[in-house]
Nanobody
Framework: QVHIVESGGGLVQPGGSLKLSCSAS????????MSWYRQAPGKERELVAT???????TYADSMKGRSAVSRVNAKNTVYLQMNSLKPEDTAVYYC???????????WGQGTQVTVSS
């Protein structure tokens, strides 16, 4: 049974930083491309960053230069370091495994990130 748990969100002031974690189990994590997504109130869920099994990374334009996705396969965990946070980064952040046309697994609970003074 696949289990994905996101954590590390919280309230942060503009310009601040957060590091999100995503712990996964129930599949061969080390062989799986993983992505971070976010969904802001009233908006559709969007892709934020992706990391391949080999560690290659890509980012949405909105997060380029301000974030870093990483993974530790021995811990079945993927991370998202976010810096210079803006109010528009406020959203619930999720991780999942991307596939053509969607994602591989059911969505977890996500972790709330709120950027506000």
């Amino acid at each position: 049974q696949v289990h994905i748990v996101e954590s590390g969100g919280g309230l942060v002031q503009p310009g601040g930083s957060l590091k999100l974690s995503c712990s996964a189990s129930g599949f061969t994590f080390s062989d799986t491309v993983m992505s971070w997504y976010r969904q802001a109130p009233g908006k559709e869920r969007e892709l934020v960053a992706t990391i391949t099994s080999g560690g290659g990374t890509t980012y949405a334009d909105s997060m380029k230069g301000r974030s870093a996705v990483s993974r530790v396969n021995a811990k079945n965990t993927v991370y998202l370091q976010m810096n210079s946070l803006k109010p528009e980064d406020t959203a619930v952040y999720y991780c999942n495994a991307p596939i053509v046309g969607g994602v591989m697994f059911s969505w977890g609970q996500g972790t709330q990130v709120t950027v506000s003074s």
